[in-house]
């Protein structure tokens, strides 16, 4: 039973342009959630996160969006661009600010096209 | 702060053989978490300590799986009698420095384990 869905395996986007990357979850007691951007061979590196009392966080280039009614975010790239090529994890947690183990989702590997 | 750091970085073992890895977290952190990640999935909680104390366990973490925190800094992570089943990468990682109200996870670069 998977609680964290990505339901989108890959994204291609132009350079330049936004990428939007969509995350649902099952779990109505996930409270906390995170995106992390993962490179071969390499181990996650945490982007951005948003406690469910918000509906927006921004840092830089990065806005992410929760929907609590929809059980659903989405993490904005603006604009795309070549290094931001990788895949890309949305987790969520049930404990105030994620201090528990993190429920993954499978990734969205995303190309940005030259 | 260096960031967390993983020992082997790679690990070929034969089933049936035990094999241990090592995980330094981020200074000050007092959280220590691992995960297992295999091809196509995401990374899977396997357990978590503060400080010293192991505070969770998964169900997927058998019995032949034991974790370690000895001294409240490094971790270990030790598989008996592994099994072809057990090919993963085994990710660590750290959060939250007292004072702060910060528990982002940031994440070792993983050790890659093949039982052949």
């Known amino acids: 039973d998977q609680q964290v869905k990505q339901n989108s395996p890959s994204l291609s986007v132009q350079e330049g342009r936004i990428s939007i990357l969509n995350c649902d979850y099952t779990n109505s007691m996930f409270d906390y959630f995170l995106w992390y951007k993962k490179y071969p061979a390499e181990g996650p590196t945490f982007l951005i996160s948003i406690s469910s009392i918000k509906d927006k966080n921004e840092d830089g280039r990065f806005t992410v969006f929760l929907n609590k009614s929809a059980k659903h975010l989405s993490l904005h790239i603006v604009p795309s661009q070549p290094g931001d090529s990788a895949v890309y994890f949305c987790a969520a947690s049930a404990t105030g600010g994620g201090a528990d183990g993190l429920t993954f989702g499978k990734g969205t590997h995303l190309i940005i096209q030259p | 702060d260096t960031g967390v750091s993983q020992d082997p970085r790679h690990k070929i073992t034969k089933r049936g053989q035990n094999v241990t890895f090592r995980c330094d977290p981020i200074?000050?952190?007092?959280?220590l978490y691992w995960y297992r990640q295999t091809l196509g999935q995401g990374p899977e909680f396997l357990t978590y300590?503060?400080?010293?104390?192991?505070?969770?366990k998964s169900r997927l973490l058998s019995d032949r799986f034991s974790a370690e925190r000895p001294k409240g800094s490094f971790s270990t992570l030790e598989i008996q009698r592994t099994e072809q089943g057990d090919s993963a990468m085994y990710l660590c990682?750290?959060?939250?420095?007292?004072?702060?109200?910060?528990?982002?996870?940031?994440f070792g670069p993983g050790t890659r384990l093949t039982v052949t």
């Open positions: 200074s000050e952190h007092n959280r």
């Open positions: 990682a750290s959060s939250f420095r007292p004072g702060t109200n910060s528990y982002e996870q940031y």
């Open positions: 300590f503060q400080n010293e104390a192991q505070l969770e």
